[in-house]
């Protein structure tokens, strides 16, 4: 059974910078990717970076050139770095791991993330 376990995020001011980490247990699954996805109040889920197997990542074009999605701690651990943060970036965070083959997704609990202007 896949667990995520999420750890990070709190308040920030306008320009900062904060760190989210997820350790994934009990993958079973060869193909998989790890990512991170954010819900702000009254809106819908949203992808915010993903990292695959073989390191190709993806950002959201709003997030692109601040934030870095990398893997580490033999490659069940993702980090979001986040930098020059801006209130539309407030959400709550979400941890994924998606399993290719079978499309199936696992999710963190979520983490909040306010950025106060």
């Known amino acids: 059974q896949v667990q995520l376990a999420e750890s990070g995020g709190g308040l920030v001011q306008l320009g900062g910078s904060l760190g989210l980490s997820c350790a994934a247990s009990g993958i079973s699954f060869r193909f998989y990717s790890m990512g991170w996805y954010r819900q702000a109040r009254g809106k819908e889920r949203e992808l915010v970076a993903v990292?695959?197997?073989?390191?190709?990542?993806n950002y959201a074009d709003s997030v692109k050139g601040r934030f870095t999605i990398s893997r580490g701690g033999a490659e069940n651990t993702v980090y979001l770095q986040m930098n020059s943060l801006k209130p539309e970036d407030t959400a709550v965070y979400y941890c994924?791991?998606?399993?290719?083959?079978?499309?199936?997704?696992?999710w963190g609990q979520g983490t909040q993330v306010i950025v106060s202007s």
């Open positions: 994924n791991v998606k399993d290719i083959a079978s499309r199936t997704d696992y």
């Open positions: 990292i695959f197997n073989r390191g190709p990542t």
